[in-house]
């Protein structure tokens, strides 16, 4: 098993910097592809951001293209992601989750691919 642990969730003003982390714990964590999603209150879950397992390449939803990026540090079995520019729009709980077996195309951008989840972090962005 693969515990995850999300952090770094708060309250910001628009066009403010958040940055959350999620530590992994367990089955060595930082051999698998690792993603970020988010649900908004009322809306289903949506991909945000996913990174390989060496870090080498990441893909992002179009909507936080240019504002989000996501890394990673094996060493300590950390995924991160620096979110700027903040909007109204981007509240939500985020959620970090491992996917062990890989994935292909459109499959990485589903959650049913990702075997493992954290406990998620609340972000509020206020207009």
């Known amino acids: 098993q693969v515990q995850l642990v999300e952090s770094g969730g708060g309250l910001v003003q628009t066009g403010g910097s958040l940055r959350l982390s999620c530590a992994a714990s367990g089955r060595t964590g930082s051999m698998y592809a690792m993603a970020w999603f988010r649900q908004a209150p009322g809306k289903e879950r949506e991909f945000v951001a996913r990174?390989?397992?060496?870090?080498?390449?990441?893909r992002y939803t179009d909507s936080v293209k240019g504002r989000f990026t996501i890394t990673r540090e094996n060493a300590k079995n950390t995924v991160f992601l620096q979110m700027n520019s903040l909007q109204p729009e981007d509240t939500a709980v985020y959620y970090c989750?491992?996917?062990?077996?890989?994935?292909?195309?459109?499959?990485?951008?589903?959650?049913?691919?990702?075997?493992?989840w954290g406990q998620g972090t609340q972000v509020t962005v206020s207009s």
């Open positions: 989750a491992v996917d062990l077996n890989g994935c292909a195309g459109p499959d990485c951008y589903r959650g049913t691919t990702y075997d493992y």
């Open positions: 990174i390989s397992s060496t870090g080498g390449v990441s």
